[in-house]
């Protein structure tokens, strides 16, 4: 995935116990995930909890890739509404309703920070 043009490709995002893996919707790429993930379990002893693992795919990928990356990597919940760290991973038509919640918890933070290092005069 890239943000915007020149930038890098991003293929993951992992904070401490929870990842969020980028591939392509085909079963070339999901086999090649699986068999990543298996080595993975199989060096570290950690097994990926298949029951708490969603997948999610763009809205233009057909139901029958959808049904082939599923098969390959186990996983029988697709998801359109989760969040990763917080933040919705879906991010469609109306993105300044969707983080608007963030501009009020900003506003929020900073002016408590101003009631509490400011002095009586300060804060007049």
């Known amino acids: 995935?890239?943000?915007c043009q020149g930038a890098p490709s991003i293929s993951h995002l992992l904070f401490a116990d929870d990842s969020l893996i980028l591939v392509?919707?085909?079963?070339?790429?999901?086999a090649k995930l699986q068999s990543i993930l298996d080595?993975?379990?199989e060096c570290s002893g950690q097994v990926i909890n298949?029951?708490?693992?969603?997948?999610m795919f763009?809205?233009?990928?057909?139901?029958?890739?959808k049904a082939v990356v599923m098969q390959k990597l186990g996983i029988a919940r697709e998801s359109f509404n989760d969040k990763y760290l917080g933040l919705p991973i879906h991010v469609r038509n109306n993105k300044v309703?969707?983080?608007s919640y963030l501009k009020e918890r900003v506003?929020?933070?900073?002016q408590c920070w101003k009631e509490k290092l400011l002095s009586n005069a300060g804060k007049k």
């Open 1 to 3: 995935m890239k943000i």
């Open 50 to 55: 298949i029951d708490k693992s969603a997948i």
């Open 107 to 110: 506003w929020q933070r900073i």
């Open 58 to 65: 763009s809205k233009n990928t057909r139901a029958s890739c």
């Open 24 to 30: 392509r919707a085909n079963g070339e790429d999901a």
């Open 97 to 99: 309703q969707i983080f």
């Open 39 to 41: 080595l993975y379990a």
